[in-house]
């Protein structure tokens, strides 16, 4: 498997296959923003989540897949210490501000700081046209949040403070995309990089989510939300693996835009599963996405 992926970076075929590795990421990761928007305080989701995860790469990363190079055990670290700062970040955001106008803000900020980062650290270049669509895209991304904004009934009084965490949290989005793309790349096996992340990354917040579920009054009952967590886990395998193989197989910044497709797919998880009204203002914005995205692919 490892070595059918490596064959094929840099080609038509694994451009191809990036693409739909970045499609996949964003329904996933839609799914993986629904489960956190849940009835659960959102550290107590993704403490679960993290365990989750983490236990369930433990196996791969110490008895299946190859040992990583020593020069790759700085890297986690730094993957670690990114990703801490920008689940922090997000808990922040999203403690303070509706969640309807503070995902798409950061999901919004998020592509745009990749792309720069991209042409920074992989020398990569974007057409006249593929600048279009990602104007396209974030057009339509931060109208929804306008839009939302619009209709917001609670959270004003922390809005303000909200909005900042979410663009600290979208610029920290993009910090974690380059450097895991970089991380990704930098290792033989790409499934080596995949198994220890998910192991390194998932230890640090579950014993904050436990502290904070035992000073709880009531406390959740821990089933459902272990089962809650269990399915973010293999979700976020999904999502996340998904997006980080695409970014070796082709370039960052592209699987970076496509990725935030994923608010067109909340928008309609939204829609079709939890039976939210969309109307056709918000049809119109997530339009705006989806070609925005298709001009990015295409201008390429």
């Not at 808990?91 to 803000?105: E, F, I």
């Not at 306008?146 to 909200?162: E, F, H, P, Q, W």
């Not at 998880?269 to 939890?274: A, K, Q, S, T, Y």
């Amino acid at each position: 498997m490892s070595a059918w992926l490596i064959s094929l970076e840099g080609t038509e075929a694994g451009h191809h296959m990036a693409l739909a590795l970045a499609i996949m990421a964003a329904f996933l990761h839609a799914l993986f923003g629904a489960l956190q928007k849940g009835r659960y305080d959102p550290w107590l989701s993704r403490g679960a989540i993290d365990f989750s995860y983490a236990m369930m790469a433990m196996p791969l990363a110490l008895f299946v897949v190859p040992w990583p190079e020593p020069h790759m055990w700085a890297i986690f670290a730094g993957v670690w210490l990114i990703h801490i700062l920008y689940k922090i970040l997000q808990g922040l955001a999203y403690t303070r501000g509706s969640y309807t106008v503070v995902y798409p803000v950061v999901r919004g900020t998020g592509p745009l700081f990749t792309v720069l980062g991209a042409t920074i650290l992989f020398d990569e270049r974007f057409t006249g046209w593929q600048w279009l669509g990602v104007a396209v895209l974030l057009a339509g991304i931060f109208g929804l949040a306008v839009y939302n904004l619009r209709t917001l009934t609670d959270s004003r009084a922390t809005l303000g403070s909200a909005l900042a965490l979410a663009v600290a949290t979208g610029m920290f989005v993009a910090l974690y995309t380059t450097y895991d793309a970089y991380g990704i790349r930098a290792t033989a096996d790409p499934f080596t990089f995949l198994a220890w992340f998910f192991f390194i990354d998932g230890l640090a917040m579950p014993p904050y989510a436990y502290l904070r579920w035992r000073a709880m009054t009531p406390r959740p009952a821990p089933g459902p939300l272990l089962a809650k967590g269990l399915l973010g886990g293999v979700i976020a395998f999904g999502s996340f693996g998904a997006v980080m193989l695409a970014t070796r197989l082709d370039k960052v910044g592209e699987a970076a835009v496509l990725r935030e497709t994923s608010t067109v797919f909340a928008a309609l998880i939204g829609w079709l599963v939890l039976k939210e009204t969309v109307g056709p203002r918000r049809i119109a914005l997530m339009a705006l996405i989806a070609l925005g995205a298709a001009i990015v692919e295409l201008g390429g």
